[in-house]
């Protein structure tokens, strides 16, 4: 019998909500946490908006030399794992550090101290052969993001099996996949996992605007973000972390630990196809959902919501939605389906955990979260998106699915607690 | 799919001493070093100039045309060294299973999983220098994932037609065993087989900037006396591209098709990572090595050679022969550490170290370690100079990351699974394992 893996612990840091209480106000409300960027002078760039988190640091407990030391994308990091740790109730307490794991992802890594530092040992681009006696003495902690693994684990005390996961933009839902696997396997009794990523800098915007896959609509940053809309026409950049704490079902309640939601399938699937294109029948991410849902022992008709990839280009809110209809068949008509990103925008890596997040809280409260700025219904697009409002729901079983470059596709379903499986 | 340990069916290398298996297994057991000054762009004004460069590579002689703008260096040396893995194991991916094999249909059953550490660092630095120098508008509509970690990972999958799981992982050095444990872990689950490994490597300015700052590259320009593990006079390594892509297969599913050949058996793996320096703790690699072999069922007594991870840095090389010694017994089992012809190539190291066992248990011979003369205070056998024949049967590979990440993965002949379970008393057969 397999172990079952429960989510005890949860610790977000998003656009517009640090904390988890923020988050689900921000979400429940259906705000629009983006915005004009202000992280560097977006003037040169075809996209000029993004989803900022207004993070201070040291204000939320990191000391000088972390600061220091740590990219932005680690930083979030260590501040959502210690939301996560400090609300995972008596789990942590007496565990032996070797069964005790780390798995963070990341989609690009340190790519604003990357940016920052190259400008300074390149001088700004002069220089080929770069003159690394101007570099930061931890620039090796950006060259691999790896570092962000170790500043989790040394912020938990973890000894057991540490990485990231970086699988582009499906990051974020395969490092909680691969951390309940780890559990589930019994290498592991607790692990935190989530992910990171503040990819808001000149060479990411710069390498966007080459593919035109963000969106130009400078005119509205509120109203940018448009998934599902008929006018979509890219997806929104975003920042941000969320961080669980993950434990043998059994293991945490036999510690009284308050269990959240449990992760009770996971699929991952290559397309195999292109490296940004996405082919329009979705038959790659319909398989990830099949095999998650099968690993959870759950029918198509028991998902009572889909959190959508939902990113705002064309070509995506297209291929999920033949993924839904192929999975769920008649059923994708009647469950409601909804994107985060129309709020927070794509945080890139992050996004897959912070919707994870956005489902555990849809579950305990019972309220479907809604797309905003969905005002033109797509054709292509017929399925029921919550428009700009969240809706009461009785939510149980949470499917949440991503897809990025490098032709990744995934899907995870969580579950309640009442315990019926 | 099954309980039996996942089988080896397919090799591909792309090493500083050799482009493809037969080349770096030729030069490796004569001991013949990769390593030399760095050509691949002018290192004079840095304290480090030397690196292990794959040599004669002109990945236009090996990639169509199309592929070329979009890959970084490091892509391209993984996309031959993935080609060559899969015809070695005589697979089409893209075909079709045989009539009635259930899911051998399902191409989704095919995977890859990849190590990287730092993405085609290359590309990236030519594309930030695009960007600064001349503009956000001359960035190349490739920089979006020619440099990201992921690359490697989607380029094969999408090039082989492998819709199955894709993974990848990042742990610094440590990252070419964390894939292959992981590629296993598919295995068990839904997958027949998984192309699995790492190559790897950032030998340019930026890269060279970068690798600096971990303060563990050796200077001077003599390639014998540059890279020393072990040795009194050990002082940093030597970066170097390259690494190895295995294809990985479920054993009945291997055994079903008829491949036409097994290296041999992923028997075992664990994973732990060092506390934070200051904390008082011990280092952990003792307890992964211990944990990797009762994963294995099997006894120190049974692994016939170690693969170090081999770091040049005295604390760590200390700390390495310490856990080695302790678990093994002093100087009870050969240990070798072939990077010292190659330098270190990061996430391509230790897949690459986990090729060359396989390739040491079929030939019986152990390659060397050179240029090393070790110090007195390490208590182990290093295999110095000279390959050394030896019948081995199992091996260890050690790989470590910055940071304090520790791995550790088990290969033996196929069909040689020990029937107990190996550090604990004996139990009964229950323990047995499925010969291959």
Not at chain 2, 257 to 280: K, L, S
Request: glycine share 12%; aromatic share 6%; proline share 7%.
């Amino acid at each position: 019998m397999s172990r079952r893996v429960a989510i005890v612990g949860m610790g977000v840091v998003a656009p517009g909500a640090i904390g988890v209480k923020e988050f689900w106000s921000l979400l429940q409300e259906g705000r629009t946490a983006t915005r004009e960027i202000t992280l560097f002078d977006p003037a040169p760039f075809r996209s000029r908006v993004a989803a900022e988190i207004d993070f201070d640091p040291a204000a939320h407990g990191l000391s000088p030399q972390e600061i220091r030391r740590m990219d932005r994308a680690a930083q979030l990091a260590v501040t959502a794992t210690r939301e996560a740790m400090a609300g995972c109730g008596p789990v942590l307490d007496s565990l032996d550090p070797a069964r005790l794991g780390v798995t963070v992802g990341t989609a690009v890594g340190a790519t604003m101290g990357l940016d920052r530092e190259y400008r300074v040992v390149s001088d700004d681009g002069r220089l080929s052969l770069v003159d690394h006696s101007y570099a930061v003495p931890h620039l090796y902690g950006y060259f691999v993001p790896s570092s962000f693994a170790t500043e989790v684990a040394w912020v938990c005390g973890a000894e057991g099996p540490v990485a990231v996961v970086s699988t582009g933009c499906t990051s974020g839902l395969d490092a909680v996949g691969h951390a309940a696997e780890l559990i589930r396997e019994g290498t592991a009794d607790v692990m935190i996992a989530g992910a990171t990523d503040a990819p808001i800098s000149p060479i990411t915007a710069a390498c966007f605007d080459a593919i035109r896959a963000t969106t130009p609509r400078n005119d509205e940053p509120e109203r940018a973000s448009r998934p599902f809309d008929r006018t979509r026409n890219g997806f929104v950049l975003g920042e941000g972390a969320a961080v669980f704490v993950l434990a043998d079902l059994e293991w945490a309640r036999a510690r009284g630990a308050e269990v959240q939601g449990e992760v009770a399938g996971f699929g991952q699937r290559c397309n195999a196809f292109h490296m940004t294109g996405l082919r329009p029948d979705g038959a790659e991410m319909s398989k990830a959902i099949d095999d998650a849902m099968d690993e959870a022992r759950v029918d198509p008709e028991e998902i009572d919501y889909v959190n959508a990839h939902g990113s705002g280009t064309k070509q995506n809110d297209r291929h999920e939605t033949a993924a839904f209809k192929l999975s769920l068949g008649e059923h994708a008509y009647r469950v409601p389906v909804s994107s985060i990103k129309s709020m927070i925008g794509h945080s890139l890596g992050a996004i897959g955990s912070l919707e994870i997040a956005a489902s555990v809280l849809a579950i305990r409260h019972d309220v479907v979260p809604p797309t905003a700025n969905l005002e033109e219904p797509d054709p292509e697009c017929d399925l029921d998106y919550v428009p700009k409002t969240a809706r009461d729901w009785r939510t149980d079983t949470v499917l949440t699915v991503g897809s990025g470059f490098g032709g990744f596709q995934s899907a995870m379903v969580l579950t309640g607690t009442d315990g019926t499986r | 799919m099954s309980a039996a340990a996942p089988v080896v069916t397919g090799i591909g290398i792309a090493a500083p001493n050799g482009l493809g298996t037969a080349r770096y297994w030729t030069a490796t057991r004569a001991g013949e070093s990769g390593i030399g000054p760095v050509t691949r762009f002018d290192a004079a004004r840095y304290p480090s100039r030397l690196a292990g460069e794959v040599p004669g590579f002109d990945a236009a002689d090996h990639l169509p045309t199309r592929l070329l703008p979009q890959t970084d260096h490091m892509t391209r040396l993984a996309l031959v060294a993935a080609e060559e893995a899969l015809a070695d194991a005589a697979v089409d991916p893209a075909e079709p299973g045989e009539p009635g094999s259930g899911d051998l249909d399902d191409p989704g059953a095919r995977g890859v999983v990849t190590a990287s550490s730092a993405g085609g660092f290359e590309f990236g630095q030519r594309e930030l220098e695009m960007l600064w120098s001349r503009g956000s508008e001359h960035v190349s509509a490739y920089q979006s994932f020619a440099w990201f970690y992921a690359v490697n990972t989607g380029q094969i999958s999408i090039r082989h037609g492998l819709k199955g799981p894709g993974g990848v992982l990042v742990t610094d050095q440590a990252g070419g065993l964390d894939a292959i444990a992981e590629a296993r872990r598919q295995l068990r689950r839904r997958s027949r087989l998984i192309v699995s490994g790492g190559v790897d490597g950032a030998i340019c300015p930026w890269g060279w900037a970068a690798q600096l700052t971990g303060g563990r590259l050796c200077t001077g320009d003599d390639p014998a006396t540059a890279y020393l593990p072990f040795d009194e006079r050990a002082a940093g390594h030597v970066p170097a591209e390259g690494g190895a892509i295995l294809v990985l297969e479920d054993a009945a599913a291997a055994r079903s098709r008829a491949a036409p050949r097994v290296y041999g058996e992923i028997a075992g793996y664990a994973a732990g990572f060092d506390p934070r320096p200051g904390t008082g703790r011990g280092p952990t690699l003792r307890r992964v090595i211990e944990s990797a072999l009762r994963d294995a069922a099997m006894r120190p007594a049974d692994i016939g050679a170690v693969f170090a991870d081999a770091a040049a840095v005295p604390g760590l090389d200390g700390e390495e022969t310490a856990a080695i010694a302790a678990v093994f017994g002093e100087r009870a089992v050969p240990v070798t550490a072939p990077k010292t012809m190659l330098g270190r190539m990061y996430a391509g190291a230790a897949a690459l170290d986990v090729a060359t066992a396989l390739l040491t248990i079929r030939d019986g011979i152990i390659p060397p370690t050179i240029n090393v003369r070790p110090a007195r205070r390490h208590p182990i056998d290093i295999v110095l100079g000279a390959p050394r024949p030896a019948p081995v049967r199992a091996a260890a590979v050690i790989a470590r990351g910055h940071g304090g990440f520790n791995s550790v993965l088990v290969v033996r002949a196929a069909g040689t699974a020990p029937p107990g379970p190996g550090t604990e008393p004996a139990r009964g057969t229950h323990h047995a394992r499925q010969a291959v």
